[in-house]
């Protein structure tokens, strides 16, 4: 069963859901957490599962049971959050990624710092028509488990590209408003169905604050923020 399945008090995973509680205050403003990330490339990454994802096709060597549109992965390990992924937000940058166009394959080709450096991998290929570049914001998350409260040992990436660009925007923002570090918060990632402007459906991402993140919780991302950054 996903873990959205399962009943939980999301207000027993933070500290408060309002006031900033003492151990942030004397922290607040400061804004750490949204300088570049590094070593990004060598994390896991969270995938949002779509209708023609491989992970939710049983006829597909990538199949992995259980999964669902909207559902969450770990690209790496292939675990299933659900459709809720609990997680602070410890860094974030823009990248410009590179991907082979699926009728002709498919394939990641990378991620650069600037459009510049993906277009010059693109003109490298042999055939570059293939190729296209995405804007991308890169998340790095460190996911909580809503069931027993736990961190997960390493963070993992996720990337919003295309639609999910204005979520990606949207939650730099409320980040932003909240106030204190960029990791003083527990976020709620979920995969909501949505449609784009033809009217064909597909899976979004959608983004709301739990609270205040624990101080045994917020001196861990703290820690991991000092590595990543």
């Given at each position: 069963m996903p873990k959205s399945a399962v009943a939980v008090a999301p207000t027993s995973l933070v500290a408060s859901?309002?006031?900033?509680?003492?151990?942030?205050?004397?922290?607040?403003?400061?804004?750490?957490g949204n300088e570049n990330v590094g070593q990004h490339g060598q994390i896991p990454r969270i995938k949002l599962l779509q209708k023609m994802s491989n992970e939710v096709d049983k006829h597909h060597a990538s199949y992995v049971e259980g999964c669902e549109p909207g559902h969450l992965v770990n690209t790496l390990n292939n675990h299933n959050y659900g459709n809720d992924l609990y997680c602070i937000?410890?860094?974030?940058?823009?990248?410009y990624v590179v991907w082979r166009d699926?009728?002709?394959?498919?394939?990641?080709?990378?991620?650069?710092?600037?459009?510049?450096?993906?277009?010059?991998?693109?003109d490298e290929q042999?055939?570059?028509?293939?190729?296209?570049i995405n804007e991308t914001h890169a998340h790095v998350l460190l996911i909580k488990d809503p069931e027993t409260g736990e961190l997960?040992?390493?963070?993992?990436?996720?990337?919003?590209?295309?639609?999910?660009?204005?979520?990606?925007?949207a939650w730099n923002s409320q980040i932003g408003m909240k106030g204190g570090d960029r990791f003083a918060g527990l976020w709620k990632v979920?995969?909501?169905?949505?449609?784009?402007?033809?009217?064909k459906a597909f899976m979004n991402c959608e983004v709301s604050?739990?609270?205040?993140a624990q101080e045994e919780d917020y001196k861990v991302a703290e820690a991991l923020y000092e590595q990543y950054s």
């Open positions: 859901t309002d006031t900033l509680p003492a151990h942030l205050q004397a922290v607040q403003g400061s804004g750490r937000s410890l860094t974030f940058k823009l990248e699926i009728e002709a394959g498919g394939g990641y080709g990378g991620a650069f710092n600037t459009q510049a450096e993906a277009q010059k991998y693109i042999d055939k570059p028509a293939e190729w296209d997960e040992r390493s963070p993992a990436i996720m990337d919003f590209a295309s639609s999910k660009l204005r979520v990606s925007k979920s995969g909501v169905p949505t449609e784009n402007k033809m009217g604050f739990v609270g205040w």
